[in-house]
T-cell receptor, first 114, second 112 residues
């Protein structure tokens, strides 16, 4: 596709439920990133995939968070037993992995935990 | 470790120039970036500069890099109301792969 696509754009869930957020990166981009942005805040790094290497999970805030990237393309971020503090915008980005390799962001998924 | 700092807020009048500043701590930065975020949207890449350059100009945007002081700035000439947004600087550090470290963002408000 032309850009990074994220779905759903909005998700409201009850505390304790599990949620899955999806990211379709730009075709051919080898690197994929997940960030979290709380209201009015900056970006918090969550996880980074680069090609076939083991992902960098150093930003995941707890073991309730996990992510996978299937076939080097689509990625899913899963949050188990959601808590109210998980409410945020979850942003996905991809990059080519060569040269200046700027990140190209999707429009994010706004997650609200009630 | 890496740390990227920005001031929180900037207000200018339409037609004036805006200068958004950013400081970083890691001297092994390879590329530095500026992104724009409008309400309800993701981050849009505005421009980037390679660390061996000290200036880059792109239409109304001028990026200045002072490596000695680890200071990056974005100047927007003839600022318009449509430039109102949050601006993020980011650095890519050598030996950190393709990871970027972002500043906290500067909210630019343009008054008519």
């Amino acid at each position: 596709g032309a850009g990074v696509s994220q779905s759903p754009s909005n998700k409201v869930t009850e505390k304790g439920k599990d949620v899955e957020l999806r990211c379709d990166p730009i075709s051919g981009h080898t690197a994929l990133y997940w960030y979290r942005q709380s209201l009015g805040q900056g970006l918090e790094f969550l996880i980074y995939f680069q090609g076939n290497s083991a992902p960098d999970k150093s930003g995941l805030p707890s073991d309730r968070f996990s992510a996978e990237r299937t076939g080097g393309s689509v990625s899913t971020l899963t949050i188990q037993r959601t808590q109210q503090e998980d409410s945020a915008v979850y942003l996905c980005a991809s990059s080519s992995g060569t040269g200046p390799s700027p990140l190209h962001f999707g429009n994010g998924t706004r997650l609200t935990v009630t | 470790g890496e740390d990227v700092e920005q001031s929180l807020f900037l207000s200018v009048r339409e037609g004036d120039s805006s200068v958004i500043n950013c400081t970083y701590t890691d001297s092994s930065s390879t590329y530095l970036y500026w992104y724009k975020q409008e309400p309800g949207a993701g981050l849009q890449l505005l421009t980037y500069i390679f660390s061996n350059m000290d200036m880059k100009q792109d239409q109304r945007l001028t990026v200045l890099l002072n490596k000695k002081d680890k200071h990056l700035s974005l100047r927007i000439a003839d600022t318009q109301t449509g430039d109102s947004a949050i601006y993020f600087c980011a650095e890519r550090v050598r030996n950190a792969g393709n990871m970027l470290t972002f500043g906290g963002g500067t909210r630019l408000m343009v008054k008519p």
